[in-house]
């Protein structure tokens, strides 16, 4: 059974071909809050035609959102092109892992959701390299023991660029050395490592208090920079959150 699985993030819109359990295909576009069911159709259609997806082979759409103002623009759009209602999928969503908390975010859910499934019989931390910056951590049975939420890295480096006169636009790239002599490396250096210091910060402190060696799991745009400078990263899975989307709705 062929699905199409669609995170809806408050930087980008994620796709993935599902084809069973496995992703096959995965693109992005960046989300912009305010786009018509027309506009959203024909780009939908467009990328589908990009990645040779049929849209009268796929049985499924799912969706998980953390964009109200969007959800039901992309659920009509899919619609539209599909002929089919999407599943919407969010933290009220029954599966093995108990949100407990009224307020989680979507995303935050399908990474533990997907974590659980993924990664049994342990303790697992989710690192969400977002819009936000998230650790979330779940138990062997599901429970859900709490979330960080921190500024995000690349909301951070913007930030700090519109605010200041003289800092230019940077890539974010491991910085050629940890003390920088040019305005570029210095940036980069504080970007990187500063909040690779906050990351293995949040691990270091969330084993001690749940008292266990965590399972960490790193998703997010720019989890790929961070992953290789550290070993309390075990796996790097830029579609992770998909995945636990899929998982929530594959059975509705």
């Not at 995303?107 to 499934?117: E, F, G, P, Q």
């Not at 342990?122 to 390299?129: A, L, N, R, S």
């Not at 965590?214 to 830029?238: N, Q, W």
């Amino acid at each position: 059974m062929n699905s199409i699985v669609i995170n809806v993030g408050n930087s980008n819109i994620r796709f993935g071909l599902f084809n069973g359990d496995n992703c096959d295909i995965s693109w992005v576009i960046n989300t912009k809050p305010y786009r018509t069911v027309d506009e959203l159709y024909v780009q939908v259609l467009m990328l589908y035609q990009t990645y040779k997806v049929e849209p009268k082979e796929i049985s499924k759409v799912i969706i998980g959102s953390v964009v109200p103002q969007l959800t039901k623009v992309i659920s009509s759009a899919i619609k539209k092109i599909h002929g089919i209602l999407p599943v919407i999928v969010d933290r009220s969503t029954p599966s093995g892992v108990q949100a407990k908390s009224k307020q989680m975010g979507t995303d935050i859910y399908a990474n533990l959701v997907a974590a659980h499934n993924l990664y049994p019989n342990q303790k697992k931390i989710v690192i969400d390299f977002g819009t936000a910056l998230t650790a979330s951590c779940v138990t062997e049975t599901g429970e859900t023991l709490g979330v960080i939420i921190a500024p995000g890295i690349v909301t951070s480096l913007n930030s700090l660029i519109s605010q200041t006169a003289q800092l230019p636009d940077i890539e974010l790239k491991k910085p050629k050395s940890v003390l920088g002599l040019d305005t570029v490396t210095c940036m980069q250096s504080g970007m990187v490592y500063g909040f690779l210091g906050m990351v293995e910060g949040f691990i270091d402190r969330i084993n001690d208090e749940v008292n266990d060696e965590c399972f960490v799991v790193a998703t997010g745009g720019v989890s790929h920079i961070y992953k290789p400078l550290t070993e309390k990263i075990h796996v790097m899975d830029r579609l992770h959150t998909l995945k636990g989307l899929y998982f929530l709705g594959k059975d509705l």
